[in-house]
């Protein structure tokens, strides 16, 4: 099993339209989880990062963590076609420097 | 506001060649990454740094060595080319253990 896994994608979405974005990982110990939007030949910048169990929400961004799922999520509302990237999950490991990536999910959002 | 910055963006080289990408961030961060993104494969750490003179093997340090004499730049060594290390290059810095990374632009090395 992969530290980290994701659905490769691509998710395809239409305009307006609700992204949802699933991330599962295996170390039980994790604290920490973010999530990095990737475009095309660019590097990968911050969406969010969420500590605690429930929702975190900024913008048209909500992740949402549990814990005892060991499964954590982004949703996107109002998807717009800005939003076509590659979405990379990162957890931290509670030892170590380590975040660990996920492989990333391709999300396309068609006008 | 420069960030981290990377350099060669781009790099061919033939098997059995040496060269070192660079890497310097100006956010005066302890912590210091280097990570190798292959397709669909996501980011694999090589080498960290937590400050000046500390460095230490991620999961796939083979075939590379780094230093870290000051705490601005953070350069990545690779010896000895093989077409396996041919991969888009991420350095990274942060404030803290637990904090955002910031990443630089990218380093396209292809080795033939």
């Known amino acids: 099993q992969k530290e980290v896994e994701q659905n490769s994608g691509p998710l395809s979405v239409p305009e307006g339209a609700i992204a949802s974005l699933n991330c599962t990982y295996s170390?039980?110990?994790?604290?920490?989880f973010f999530w990095y939007r990737q475009y095309s030949g660019k590097s990968p910048e911050l969406i969010m990062f969420?500590?605690?169990?429930g929702d975190k929400e900024d913008g048209r961004f909500t992740a949402q963590l549990n814990k005892a799922s060991q499964y954590v999520s982004l949703l996107i509302r109002d998807s717009q076609p800005s939003d076509s990237a590659t979405y990379l999950c990162a957890v931290k490991r509670n030892y170590g420097q380590n975040f660990v990536f996920g492989p990333g999910t391709r999300l396309s959002v068609l006008p | 506001n420069a960030g981290v910055t990377q350099t060669p963006k781009f790099r061919i080289l033939k098997i059995g060649q040496s060269m070192t990408l660079q890497c310097a961030q100006d956010?005066?961060?302890?912590?210091m990454y280097w990570y190798r993104q292959d397709p669909g494969m996501g980011l694999k750490l090589i080498y960290y740094s937590v400050g000046a003179g500390i460095t230490d093997k991620g999961e796939v340090p083979n075939g590379y060595n780094v230093s870290r004499s000051t705490t601005e730049d953070f350069p990545l060594r690779l010896e000895l080319a093989a077409p396996s290390q041919t991969s888009v290059y991420f350095c990274?810095?942060?404030?803290?253990?637990?904090?955002?990374?910031?990443f630089g632009e990218g380093s396209r090395l292809t080795v033939l």
């Open positions: 170390d039980r110990g994790s604290q920490s």
């Open positions: 990274a810095s942060s404030y803290s253990e637990t904090g955002e990374l910031f």
């Open positions: 969420i500590y605690s169990n």
């Open positions: 956010m005066n961060h302890n912590y």
